[in-house]
């Protein structure tokens, strides 16, 4: 099984691979790897829908500071649907379970979660809402900053984004 996805994975075929992991007969993979597998097939295939539905049952099976990468894969997955208020939730639950963990994964965290509160902050009907979620999303995107220190350039393109839309 390693050979062959490393063979797909490396010829970009994500859909059959997902279609093999499918197929494995139960007790092959541990039930949690074989969903993560299947989940990162169909993220890098963009199947953000599919992936979050398997994300999900991961996440409802255990504690969320063993599941800090499940959580932050929901979270993007959710910005790129478009569902801001969830992906801000997964990246809530992640950065509250990092437990003092690494400051790039705390960075990556606190970047989704700006990114997500941006974003719900252009959609929000009232001003209030709008003011609120905008000021938390540049604590975030700061927060993410700090913690890459200008090792990640979306992180420092986000803040400046957010300080843009803030101005106007």
């Known amino acids: 099984m390693h050979h062959l996805t490393f063979a797909l994975s490396m010829s970009g075929q994500l859909i059959p691979l997902a279609g093999q992991f499918e197929e494995l007969l139960p007790g092959v993979l541990d039930k949690k790897e074989w969903l993560y597998s299947v989940a990162l097939c169909y993220l890098a295939e963009e199947d953000d829908l599919s992936a979050l539905n398997l994300l999900k049952i991961i996440l409802k099976s255990g504690e969320d500071s063993v599941q800090l990468i499940e959580l932050l894969l929901a979270s993007k997955a959710c910005i790129e649907m478009s569902i801001h208020t969830e992906g801000a939730f997964y990246a809530r639950r992640a950065i509250a379970n990092m437990q003092g963990g690494c400051k790039p994964m705390a960075g990556l965290a606190n970047l989704l979660l700006g990114v997500a509160l941006s974003n719900q902050a252009r959609s929000a009907i009232s001003d ?40 106007n």
């Open 128 to 167: 209030t809402d709008r003011a609120s979620w905008q000021c938390e999303a540049l604590e975030a995107l700061g927060n993410a900053e700090k913690n890459i220190h200008g090792k990640d350039s979306r992180a420092l393109y986000s803040l400046s984004l957010e300080m843009l839309c803030r101005g």
